[in-house]
Nanobody, 123 residues
Framework: VQLQASGGGLVQAGGSLRLSCKAS????????MGWFRQAPGKEREFVAF???????YHTDSVKGRFTISRDNAKNTVYLQMNSLKPEDTAVYYC??????????????????WGQGTQVTVSS
């Protein structure tokens, strides 16, 4: 599985961005897809995941502002980010989980990763 993330950039606080992550592979609709982020000097942290059923979960700090979605026909997962804050500044990574474990917010459970896309929010 290869993942290609795009859509990052520089935006002012309060603005919006939409990240995309296109996956290779013919079984994309069976993957759990996640978004993670890593700020300078910090560990990579969970942002959101979406299961094959469409069930989603977002970490508390982005609830109500970010929305994860997927288009299985396009092998693509999205992260719509609204009301961005300077503390959202990070490299954002998409990831695919093909295992059956129930730990969806643990980065160690994801076995394929994209290259990351930089999001910078200015105050």
């Amino acid at each position: 599985v290869q993942l290609q993330a795009s859509g990052g950039g520089l935006v002012q606080a309060g603005g919006s961005l939409r990240l995309s992550c296109k996956a290779s592979g013919r079984t994309f609709d069976s993957y759990v897809m996640g978004w993670f982020r890593q700020a300078p000097g910090k560990e990579r942290e969970f942002v959101a995941f979406i299961r094959r059923s469409g069930f989603t979960y977002h970490t508390d700090s982005v609830k109500g502002r970010f929305t994860i979605s997927r288009d299985n026909a396009k092998n693509t997962v999205y992260l719509q980010m609204n009301s961005l804050k300077p503390e959202d500044t990070a490299v954002y990574y998409c990831a695919a989980k093909t295992t059956q474990s129930p730990y969806y917010s643990n980065k160690d459970e994801y076995n394929y990763w994209g290259q990351g896309t930089q999001v910078t929010v200015s105050s």
